[in-house]
């Protein structure tokens, strides 16, 4: 506000003492000299009337020496710079030594000007004083020269003083001023203060500041940010599921959450005896999720894929899910084979899925691929179309699968607010290149509002990608993109994991998992006990790890029969060759290395090929020694957090690699690269050797990272960025209606 009176009031302060200033220097400076010119002129002539009798004698008498020596001795006036006397006809008679060049009687033979001019020569300036003695005998013409410098001396003098004097007069304005407005605004303050202590200033009518309009827009303000401070500091030391609700009834005024994506939370199969069974799927987009949707009481929108899926919806193809606790509406949405063949095994996971990898596997470009993959974003956004019940619903589209989507949506429901998150890696420039369809894929998801990835770097890589393939502005300082007239911001939203994981009800404590666990897979109670839990995908390096064993037993003999890896890998994509490649050899390695190292009944390798329910994996984390996270390329891997989340009693060694985005926030693990086996390998060893109390201290770390950045802090941060654009976009339209109405 200082600023503000400083420059609304000092301002125009000065800007007037300059014009005055400029406006008065002229002036000033035409009064001295018409003064000063009028001062000389008068000099001439008394000059003039003391020296004609003798200079009249001399001429007549032609005695040029003794004219000559009078003349120096009336030039002793330091103000009378020379004297020339001249026949009328231009001839000199006498010159003084001082006359300069410009000023000779040939100059003025001729002139029929005024008696007094003024020269300038390079010297400075000069007064001519001519007098004609046209009836003295001989006739002859006087020059009177004086030096006028001395002139612009007082001139250069009184322009200093009105500089300085208008120079001071503004400071001393402007000093005033700011000394009243700093009084003013104290007494603002004060009364302002007082509001606010008295919590009063929500209340107009109570308010001593009520009669100062210019402090309404003051207590509006304060109100939102004390409002904004609540929230805020609610969020960020209790990210729950209600501080989630909050900011869907706060920040986007109870809209309408729908959630897109191609998996979905709940998958009914038909069991042995034809009953119909519930699975929860492996995968890190549903675990972060569905507690969203949860909170939200949202309707997730889903490529129903169970066999009896079909048995358990309505007529609207609707089911309530969890089944045990019903809160949110799961909408499936049914395609063909073909469409499946061709959208997610083919298009998504044959070619986008490693082209976003550094997993150095060849992507497949099909025409029909891309074909069915625009076919069933179509019809994906049908489905947002019809699950809509207003005209502004909030809408979070998952993952690669649907980067069509946003501008399909937007055709459809044209005022809604979408939301994209990437849950993979984005790559450079050049890797994207490699898709036929980059550029029809990067306009069609420029139609959203938000497009979020993991990590910063993955922005990067994206508007990198943007800057070479689509016409745009790219602002990188406000990480947006202007493509048409819409803005879509492009941000990081780690993802994470909810706290407490509601998996871990029920499981029981440490020692009981640990005998559990090596009871049901035959592992010795000495054994030191590795974990790797994952979906069964060449971008997690699950034969890299059996080398990193591998090359460990080599190194130390010694511990065989010490340590041991328990590999849970879930079958995924199994009819795409190259998954079918990696399954056969990661069953292969594990069995070579195992023949190669064990003793009795113990083996270095133990590998589950099954799905497992999600508790039965938290037991698995709480079981073990240390979790190996060492993907070859990943978004975020949420397997890290939530090996972190299942150790309440802070003990257990996590590494990662350091290609997986968790890596930027869990730094206490033992991180790694995942291409260089030995590094691996060592690590493992560290973590057999590390202390109680340095695995406590890392862990306890990890967990209040996990704990404060949990998937409600990470759905929060997006939605209250999504609530900002909604206000902004009603503010817009609002001003559009008032100007139609104006017009």
């Known amino acids: 506000m200082l600023r503000s009176i400083l420059i609304r009031l000092v301002l125009p302060v000065v800007l007037a003492s300059c014009v005055v200033a400029f406006v008065a220097l002229p002036y000033m400076d035409n009064l001295l000299a018409d003064w000063f010119r009028g001062d000389i002129e008068m000099r001439a002539q008394l000059v003039m009337s003391s020296m004609r009798q003798p200079v009249s004698e001399l001429v007549a008498k032609n005695d040029l020496g003794q004219l000559s020596k009078y003349l120096s001795a009336i030039t002793a006036d330091k103000r009378l710079l020379a004297i020339a ?44 004083s001519r007098f004609d003695f046209d009836s003295a005998k001989p006739p002859y013409r006087v020059l009177l020269v004086h030096d006028l410098s001395f002139v612009d001396r007082r001139q250069r003098t009184a322009r200093d003083f009105i500089i300085a004097f208008v120079g001071i007069a503004a400071i001393l304005l402007a000093l005033f001023v700011v000394l009243s407005a700093w009084l003013q605004l104290r007494r603002w303050v004060k009364a302002l203060i007082g509001d606010i202590r008295g919590r009063r200033f929500l209340d107009d009518a109570k308010s001593p500041s009520a009669s100062m309009p210019i402090l309404s827009q003051v207590r509006e303000v304060l109100a939102e940010i004390e409002e904004e401070q609540r929230l805020e500091i609610d969020f960020r030391e209790n990210w729950t599921p209600q501080a989630l609700h909050q900011v869907v009834e706060t920040q986007l005024k109870a809209a309408q959450v729908l959630v897109v994506s191609n998996r979905e939370p709940y998958i009914h199969h038909r069991g042995e005896n034809g009953e119909i069974v519930v699975q929860v799927p492996a995968s890190g987009m549903v675990t972060a999720m569905e507690p969203i949707v949860r909170a939200c009481a949202g309707v997730w929108i889903a490529h129903g894929s169970g066999a009896a899926d079909r048995d358990v919806v309505d007529r609207y193809d609707h089911v309530r899910v969890p089944p045990d606790d019903p809160e949110y509406t799961l909408r499936r949405v049914w395609l063909t084979a073909d469409q499946e063949a061709g959208y997610y095994y083919g298009f998504a996971n044959e070619g986008i899925w490693p082209l976003c990898h550094l997993a150095y596997v060849r992507p497949e470009f099909r025409a029909s691929d891309w074909r069915s993959y625009e076919e069933v974003n179509a019809k994906f956004a049908e489905a947002c179309a019809a699950e809509a019940t207003t005209d502004s619903p909030v809408i979070l589209i998952q993952d690669f699968h649907f980067a069509l989507l946003p501008k399909l949506v937007r055709a459809k429901v044209p005022k809604a607010t979408i939301a994209l998150f990437w849950h993979i890696p984005w790559p450079n420039a050049e890797t994207f290149g490699v898709c036929p369809w980059k550029r029809e894929m990067l306009l069609h998801m420029l139609s959203a509002d938000i497009l979020g990835f993991h990590t910063r770097y993955h922005c990067q890589n994206f508007l990198d990608t943007l800057d070479r393939f689509v016409e745009c502005q790219i602002d990188r300082e406000h990480m947006t993109v202007t493509h048409q007239g819409r803005v879509c911001r492009i941000a990081p939203y780690p993802i994470s994991i909810e706290w407490p994981p509601r998996w871990l009800k029920g499981v029981a404590g440490v020692p009981a998992c640990r005998a559990a666990v090596r009871a049901r897979h035959g592992i010795g109670a000495h054994v030191f006990l590795g974990l790797g839990v994952e979906r069964w995908d060449f971008t997690k390096g699950i034969v890299e790890r059996f080398h990193a064993l591998e090359i460990l037993l080599e190194r130390n003999p010694r511990l065989r029969g010490k340590i041991g890896l328990l590999q849970i890998a879930a079958p995924s994509r199994s009819q795409l060759p190259a998954y079918q490649a990696l399954q056969k050899h990661t069953l ?109 201290g890392r862990m306890s770390l990890m967990r209040r990272t996990v704990k404060e950045n949990n998937v409600y802090r990470w759905a929060g941060r997006m939605l209250m960025d999504m609530g900002r654009i909604r206000q902004r976009q009603s503010l817009s339209r609002a001003v559009g209606r008032g100007r139609g109405e104006g017009g």
């Open 588 to 696: 292969e390695e594990a069995k070579r290395i195992n023949g190669r190292f064990a003793e009795m009944d113990w083996r270095p390798i133990v590998l589950v090929g099954e799905h497992q329910e999600p508790r039965l994996v938290f037991e698995l984390y709480r079981a073990a020694d240390f979790c190996l996270v060492n993907s070859l390329h990943d978004g975020m891997n949420l397997v890290a957090k939530e090996f972190v989340a299942a150790r309440d009693d802070e003990d257990g060694v996590l590494i990662l690699s350091t290609f997986a985005g968790a890596s930027r926030e869990l730094t206490e693990a033992l991180l790694v690269n995942p291409f260089d086996v030995s590094e691996t390998a060592d690590a493992i060893e560290t973590a057999m050797r590390m202390s109680r109390d340095e695995r406590r």
């Open 85 to 128: 006397i001249c026949r009328p006809d231009g001839r000199p008679i006498v010159e003084t030594q001082t006359t300069p060049v410009a000023v000779s009687c040939n100059a003025e033979a001729e002139s029929t000007g005024p008696a007094e001019q003024v020269v300038h020569l390079p010297s400075g300036s000069v007064e001519i």
